[in-house]
């Protein structure tokens, strides 16, 4: 195997097979990032999800790997469990059970490479539990450590850390967000953001809440209103998306290195 | 239908049909405990999530319907997702897949009724990921108000508070779940307790962790050694147990008020 | 495993794992009650068929055991395969694969302990050719000896008598079932019951019935009339019911013992 | 639709589609032979089910049909639910979980003409419950009235009656079935028949059993020994099985009919 | 195994299992005919798929067996996938994934025996993708060789070649299909046939075609008109009809021969 | 809707959900690259099918879009049905019936916009079939129009032409697909090219073969030896992969164009 031409780089779908082979071991770690194509607002594109996630799992992992880590990047899952956004004319998803699958039959292949361990770097809120869910199968299946962790460095679902007055509730299309991709794709923003939209009801709650709250309730995004817009997108900018997108690059970055050390006991 | 019999309970099941259909309205609240039956260490019985979460379930309901809430208790969910546990004998689980159908095909039979709301009480952390998908599963499909929530007032994901030096990886068979068993079901605890297994390694990371860390990772419980116990049992009792089911029944009442009066926007 | 603390019990799950594993051997039985929450009629409960389910498995249970079988009693599975009454309201059933499933994967979870045998006492006829039909898979997949067998003695589905002039058709919420609630729960049977419904067309056929005729026929209960009731209520007394029950622990705890001294060949 | 072309013929495939919908009614009858392709001794061949259910349905609807029953024969399903016999090669099988999801789609593709009755002639035991199943499903699914009954006329699954000192137990490659294909097919049996194999210990049990006894119990075939037979083949004979077909004949034809002036109530 | 009876016959089922055990071999090939119960126009048979290739595959297998390849013919496979006619009634489908389960299946049992090949010689066109999936599962997961081919020797998915003027577009109940079915069973073809239904504006696409062209694309049978024709019966004759059955029982025969010598390499 | 912000960009997910709705209407066509990330010998990426797709893909839509054909870019699908590489590290596969699930959900999203036209563009032929069979069931469940081809213009199942000498079985790692990817991505081709691999054997069979020939069979890519090439990559040179590459181009975008103005009849 010593002879396999291993070109320059990071991604595992550039190597060849053999070269795979030769190139990673035990403490190899497969970084899959996955966002999601649904609605977000009249004002951020579709691929929203998906993008930071590919931009922040990208630069983390050449971080990482600068600092010795030897983490490979596998190409980012786009369709998703938008389920939430199904109403929305734009998204596309798929069925969770069918993600679910998909993730399970990805860590089967990479469970017959010399690779052991997964990371999936994940910028879609509605992936958080499933996620969890996959890690355990990937465990319990194939022995895989499986891991998974937001694009960024917040609270919310996609690590995207709103601003104080949204109250914890920009969850979606919100300052944060709308800010990264000014910073990531300023092109794609609409240049008329769409009004406050925050769940001041729901913020006031004492046990019910989107995150850190201990009742969890199911919701779609047009039961907040029609725009999809679950935060305050005004007064969002790049110069802020430059910071919250560097954060998660460092939060992902310092989580592999994390993971490369991780033992159970 | 007003002269349908209507016996002195707070039960679905104790109900005819035609009284369910006369006794309830949309304001109505199912409440469906849910815990597991699965090894909890050598001490504990193997229905221990199942007795917390319907013992919980059924004072608060109680609780709450004094409190002029419209709660109705279901039958206990015992059978759930204890995959962490399956190399341990005398776990009896299922497929999350087929937990996650068979809640799906419950609130679907809700739907038919005058009832629109749905709230499970877990006494099972493993089961939290399934119980947030299977929300929106029943909010999109059938257009169910549906809520999840732990049996107990803490962090884990059942809710039951560990101890300090359990370093928030009191999570299974530990000092508060003990505790609670010995309130509860005192003659079904073993008088020898394990030793403390405490995965002191994890507990000082960084971004990797049980709760309220921002990475998650797919394990299994003999990872943690072969007694099957995260956390400390040690110095568990029956006083402790106490006060943390009161919480417990306390923290679901109120929450089942919160849901009494939720709105999305 | 001879020090493993072993509660007095004859229920599985107030054991723990270990004790489960220490107490039982190749001799013991598991036995599941299965009964439905569905309609029965303005008069009866929901629970009917998992109340007698469960109250009959429970009492074989102790009697088998004081005769010296080593029976163990698992959690009741409540919801069932109530396809013949989903469109009345406060029915809460599941598809009959989701239920295939979860006992195809509850009898993978008994074969990991020394217990090779499993017996399902079922309170609704609606799942008796399920019931069936998982045996066989248990068998062939995990090499289990799995059996089924109704609650009560008699020729219905779940084994409850009816009257001579129910010609037979005393198969829901008739006189059998009711007298036997009036036995169980008489709090929860309303003091009108609803009138003799029975299928005289159909008891008067040949080839075609619902028990011990040959040929079987896809009914739902509103097929029969409005009430769902299908035989005759009018009559029954707490008095029979107390016969048709200890009838059903009887039977119950004779198959348990024959059950024990089974073999093929 | 008048001017259709209708051939002379009671076979639904042999018709046009524009023909079918000209020659049927709400009052015309599918009638679905079913058998299995499984192993049946070393005497009789693998398609005995078949054989057997396809000659006794056909001339079933012939002698129905000229009696005035609109009854139209369907092609037989041959590789069925056989997995008591998984274990003998030559045994071609499916899971039944796939022919249950054939049987309910059709059951959809008959709903979509003018013909809403459905019965299945089954000549294999291992169906039996699988079909009491299907029928409630596709009166569910599809307002179908769906009937099943046995090939023949006697208490075994297949009707097939034994002889009595088969002692209830020849339900498999015994005495009748042996006789039956004696008659219908005598060039494929074996000259050799093969020994007795009549499993006496279950024939002397009080509850559990195969036909006609209230305990039901999962087996595969080899459970009774090495040839497959479950039952006495020894002095089975052409002439009784002339009569065990006719006899099978006369109870289809019967069945036909009373399926025919069926109403629930 | 050598005193095995083994009946003067060519059908796996006429066999019992032990003597299809002594009869084959690893050179032994399982030929399994599959077609359609399908709308065919107002003149032909639902059937006339199924009847095609059944009767070209027996023909085929007589005369491979004659030339001294070991052929078995097993049971046709009638109900099929048939989407693309599901509008017409009469037409009798299964979903295309319960036919592959179905194929996956019937290959698991196939492997239990001592032939390792399989070929399926298909008579509807909307099978052939189905069966090239299904070649490849039946390889990787029992390592069967298994080969798919149609029942005739032309370029349509069913191999019956049409008639110049109808353009390539002769695919269903056109001028071959009516031929044969004049020829097998002149009986059941109406004595009127429909016009020319040819898609002339799709013969004339460069990419987008039926056969043999790289794009292709999602129709249903309606979608081409009322009848459900795609190619021109007028004009077909029995005479030709023969002409193409011989033809397809000669490309069967010859490729079961080139099956027979297969080497992957 | 006519205030929506539409950015300067073909790609769908480059628009806001309201965007879409807006810039779109039926005459649109929805492009899906589909590749693969599988083994493609010790010389290939990969990522080889995923890359050629997008590439061809991408380019395609350009071209339309100039020429007026309202052609919309989605994201490729990478991971898909590589089960006959599944022996080979480094591929990453998922279940045919998974992708199958994944394609049926993508139309449904894309039937709920305007769009109703959706097209495959494939660079991996282990999809081509799962391709048809997917387009007939959007066609059916959705009414969309849905059409599959190949990435290449050739008549391998990408569509990448091979040399003569290769036979027509140069489908995988050959000339064609090595010099598509030295013209694509040079870096990643290892500099030493793998022997020639071409089954002749297959090669000079009459009936049997991987293209264009009648009988297809099921193979795995290590049953013609351990490179896992199935063609002659020696030779192989960028220019003449830019020849391929700009004909794939050209192919795609004038079957758009004949897309756009497609009807059925």
């Given at each position: 195997?010593t002879?396999?031409f291993?070109?320059?780089?990071?991604?595992?779908?550039d190597?060849?097979?053999?070269?795979l082979?030769?190139?990673?071991?035990?403490?190899?770690?497969?970084v899959v990032?996955?966002?999601?194509?649904e609605?977000h607002?009249?004002h951020?594109?579709l691929?929203?999800?998906?993008?930071v996630?590919?931009?922040?799992?990208?630069?983390?992992?050449?971080?990482a790997?600068?600092?010795?880590?030897?983490?490979?990047?596998?190409p980012?899952?786009t369709?998703a469990k938008?389920d939430?956004h199904?109403?929305?004319?734009?998204?596309?998803w798929?069925e969770?059970?069918?993600?679910?699958?998909?993730?399970i039959?990805?860590?089967?292949?990479?469970a017959?490479?010399?690779?052991k361990?997964?990371a999936?770097?994940?910028?879609?809120?509605?992936?958080?539990m499933?996620?969890?869910?996959?890690?355990r199968?990937l465990?319990?299946r194939?022995?895989?450590?499986?891991f998974?962790?937001?694009?960024g460095?917040g609270?919310?679902?996609d690590?995207l850390?709103g601003?104080?007055?949204?109250?914890?509730?920009?969850?979606?299309?919100?300052f944060?967000?709308?800010?990264?991709?000014?910073?990531l794709?300023p092109h794609?923003?609409?240049?008329?953001?769409?009004?406050?939209?925050?769940?001041?009801?729901?913020?006031?709650?004492?046990?019910?809440?989107?995150n850190?709250k201990?009742?969890?309730f199911?919701?779609?995004?047009d039961?907040?209103?029609?725009t999809?817009?679950i935060?305050?997108p005004?007064?969002?900018n790049?110069?802020?998306?430059k910071?919250?997108?560097?954060?998660?690059?460092?939060?992902?970055s310092?989580?592999?290195a994390?993971?490369?050390?991780f033992?159970?006991a």
């Open positions: 195997m002879d396999a291993v070109p320059d780089t990071r991604r595992w779908d190597l060849a097979g053999p070269s082979v030769a190139a990673t071991s035990e403490r190899s770690i497969a990032p996955i966002g999601a194509i609605h607002g009249p951020l594109p691929r929203t999800d998906a993008l996630a590919e931009a922040v799992a990208t630069a983390a992992v050449e971080r790997a600068a600092a010795g880590i030897d983490a490979w990047l596998l980012t899952i369709y938008s939430e199904h109403w929305a004319p734009g998204t596309l798929i969770g059970t069918t993600l679910l699958d998909q993730l039959e990805l860590g089967r292949s990479i017959m490479t010399p690779v361990t997964l999936f770097v994940n910028g879609h809120g509605g992936n958080v499933l996620l969890g869910w996959a890690n199968e465990r319990r194939y022995g895989l450590r499986s998974s962790m937001p694009a460095a609270a919310a679902g690590g850390q601003r104080p007055d949204e109250l914890g509730q920009g969850i979606h299309a919100g944060g967000e709308t800010s990264v991709v000014m910073h794709a794609l923003v609409a240049p008329d953001l769409p009004p406050r939209n925050v769940p001041e009801r729901i913020a006031g709650m004492t046990h019910i809440g989107f850190r201990p009742v969890m199911g919701w779609t995004s039961d907040f209103g029609p999809g817009v935060g305050d005004t007064g969002a790049a110069a802020h998306g910071v919250l997108f560097e954060q998660g690059v460092a939060f992902v310092e989580a592999l994390e993971i490369d050390r033992e159970f």
